[in-house]
Every structure is written in C-alpha cells, then in structure tokens.
C-alpha cells in the first residue's frame, strides 16, 4: 500500500496502530471465591413482593410490623419512635393499623400504662417470611399466592416468574 505525502495511514474498526507484545509470564486470573456465609437476603425483594401481595401490606406496614415483631410488648411512645423514621407524621396511624387488625392493645388498665401488641396472624406473617428467606420455597398455587393468578398485572407475572426460578435453584441446590 503506498502512501501519499502528508497523509496518515487510515486504519479500520478493530485494527490497531501498535502491536501488542506478549508478557514471559501472563498474570493468570483468580476464580476462587471465599464462601459467602449467609446468603438469604439475596432473595429479599421476591418475598417482600408475595408477603406484601397476599395481605395487602404497604412496604411502610410492613417494615414497622418487622419492627414491632421483635418488640412483642410496646407502649405509644415506641410506636412513634419507629413510625416517625418511616416518615408517618400523623398520629392517627395507630388508630389506622388497629381498625386494620394489625395491633391490639395488650393492657388498658387504669394507672398502668397502655401496652399494645402485633395480633397473632401478623406474627405469623413475620415468621413466614424469615423462613422464606431462610430457604422455604414460596407457594406457586394460585389459591395461595395471588402473584400467580392469571389475571395479574404484567409486573406481578415477572415477579411470578422469578419466584418460581428461585423455588428451582434452592431445589436444585437441596
């Protein structure tokens, strides 16, 4: 090929101007991973997403019941500690999750202060969803996770979708 005066040599997509010269002893690449000791939160939005779902929680609900949960026994105060970080500013959120079914006034004794406690089913809502995330495979029946039935949005499918992907790998790694 000759060139003329002036001119640069045009070079095409992927060609190089410079050779690149081989190393004596080529750094070979690491592909052992420590082992990861606990993994279950991988999964977290999945079984977020289904416990949500099936008892029709807000994520705001859902992360004060987790909160209470732990409590077991909580006086107002408390309730309103957690509650103002989740960004309710009203007060008339407790009167809204009891009229939900979601606590109970566990002491309205008069000179004691009130205590109030999750009902029985939000603890087992609480319970569910840590065993989910510690490895139980989350139904795939229509009657028990609404995320499966056929007329669920577009979204919810693809969460059904990757549910059922991950109910795979835990089997598979069983």
Same mark, same amino acid.
């Given at each position: 090929?000759?060139?003329?005066?002036?001119?640069?040599?045009? =070079?095409?997509?992927?060609? +190089? &101007? $410079?050779?690149?010269? !081989?190393?004596?002893?080529? *750094?070979?690449?690491?592909?052992?991973?420590?082992?990861?000791?606990?993994?279950?939160?991988? =999964?977290?939005?999945?079984? +977020? &997403? $289904?416990?949500?779902? !099936?008892?029709?929680?807000? *994520?705001?609900?859902?992360?004060?019941?987790?909160?209470?949960?732990?409590?077991?026994?909580?006086?107002?105060?408390?309730?309103?500690? $957690?509650?103002?970080?989740?960004?309710?500013?009203?007060?008339?959120?407790?009167?809204?999750?009891?009229?939900?079914?979601?606590?109970?006034?566990?002491?309205?004794?008069?000179?004691?202060?009130?205590?109030?406690?999750?009902?029985?089913?939000?603890?087992?809502?609480?319970?569910?969803?840590?065993?989910?995330?510690?490895?139980?495979?989350?139904?795939?029946?229509?009657?028990?996770?609404?995320?499966?039935?056929?007329?669920?949005?577009?979204?919810?499918?693809?969460?059904?979708?990757?549910?059922?992907?991950?109910?795979?790998?835990?089997?598979?790694?069983?």
């Amino acid at each position: 090929m000759t060139r003329v005066a002036g001119r640069r040599k045009m =070079y095409r997509k992927g060609e +190089r &101007k $410079y050779t690149t010269q !081989k190393l004596k002893n080529p *750094i070979k690449p690491n592909y052992f991973f420590s082992e990861k000791s606990s993994t279950y939160l991988k =999964y977290i939005r999945l079984v +977020r &997403k $289904y416990i949500q779902k !099936k008892y029709s929680l807000s *994520i705001s609900e859902l992360e004060l019941i987790l909160y209470l949960y732990d409590e077991s026994v909580f006086d107002k105060k408390t309730f309103i500690d $957690y509650s103002t970080i989740l960004g309710f500013t009203s007060l008339d959120w407790m009167k809204r999750l009891k009229d939900k079914g979601i606590i109970k006034k566990w002491r309205d004794e008069p000179g004691l202060k009130r205590l109030y406690t999750l009902e029985h089913k939000y603890k087992l809502v609480c319970n569910k969803l840590y065993k989910h995330l510690e490895g139980e495979p989350i139904p795939m029946n229509v009657n028990q996770n609404p995320l499966f039935r056929s007329n669920a949005s577009f979204s919810d499918k693809m969460y059904a979708r990757l549910i059922r992907q991950m109910n795979e790998k835990r089997e598979a790694m069983k």
